[in-house]
C-alpha cells in the first residue's frame, strides 16, 4: 500500500470488516511497526520523530477511550494533561472542543450516561485537546443510525475546514 496524506486534506479509508483499517492506522502512529517499507511523517520515518507525532496527531479508536465514571469536561481535561497541557491553555483548550464538538450542556454528565452519538463525540474531543495538526478516527460513525453518523460527518467536515487535517476508515461506502 502507498498513499500520502496532505495537509489540510480529508482522507478516507474505506474496506470491510477485519481487512486490516485498524492495523493499518495503529502503524500510521508507530503502534505498530510494519513488516516492510516505511511510515514517514512530514517526510521522515516515524520512528525519529515519536515525540512529534504525539503533539501534532490526534487518535481516536473503534472503541470508546474515555473513562466512564468521570464527566465529559474530566475526561477531556485528563487527557489534555495526558498530552501536556496545563493550566490556562488546558481550560482555554477544554472550552474550545466543548464548543466545537456541541459538548457543552453535557459537560457535567458521566461519560456512561450520554447517548451513542455524544460518546463518539467526547472521544474524538479527547483525541483534540491538545488541538493536533493531524486528526485519525478510527470507524467514527460506527454503530450511529444514520441521522447520528450525517452529524459525525458534518462535524469531521467542520473540523476539517478550521485546517486539521483528517485521516478516516470506515466500512460504509456512503
Known amino acids: 500500500m502507498s ?9 478516507g479509508v474505506i474496506g470491510t470488516n ?14 505498530y511497526k ?4 516505511r511510515v514517514l511523517y512530514n517526510d521522515k520515518p516515524i520512528e525519529q520523530c515519536r515525540s512529534q507525532i504525539k503533539r501534532e496527531v490526534g487518535f481516536t ?5 474515555f473513562y466512564d465514571r468521570l464527566t465529559v469536561e474530566e475526561n477531556i481535561t485528563y487527557f489534555g494533561s495526558l498530552y501536556g497541557l496545563g493550566g490556562k ?4 483548550r477544554t472550552e474550545r472542543v466543548l464548543a466545537l464538538l456541541d459538548l457543552l450542556d453535557a ?3 458521566l461519560a456512561d450516561t450520554l ?4 460518546k463518539r463525540r467526547l472521544d ?7 488541538d493536533p495538526k493531524l486528526l485519525i478516527l478510527d470507524e467514527p460513525t460506527e454503530d450511529l443510525d444514520p441521522a447520528l453518523r450525517r452529524e459525525i460527518v458534518r462535524l469531521i467536515k467542520k473540523i476539517n475546514s478550521l485546517g486539521t487535517t483528517v485521516i478516516l476508515t470506515t466500512h460504509i461506502l456512503e
Open 124 to 130: 474524538m474531543a479527547c483525541g483534540m485537546v491538545h
Open 61 to 65: 479508536t473503534q472503541e470508546n477511550s
Open 18 to 31: 477485519g481487512c486490516g483499517k485498524t492495523t493499518l492506522l495503529k502503524t500510521l502512529v508507530g503502534f
Open 89 to 92: 491553555t488546558l481550560k482555554e
Open 107 to 109: 459537560r457535567h454528565k
Open 34 to 37: 510494519p513488516d516492510k517499507g
Open 3 to 11: 498513499f500520502a496524506v496532505e495537509v489540510g486534506e480529508l482522507f
Open 115 to 118: 447517548s451513542g452519538g455524544m
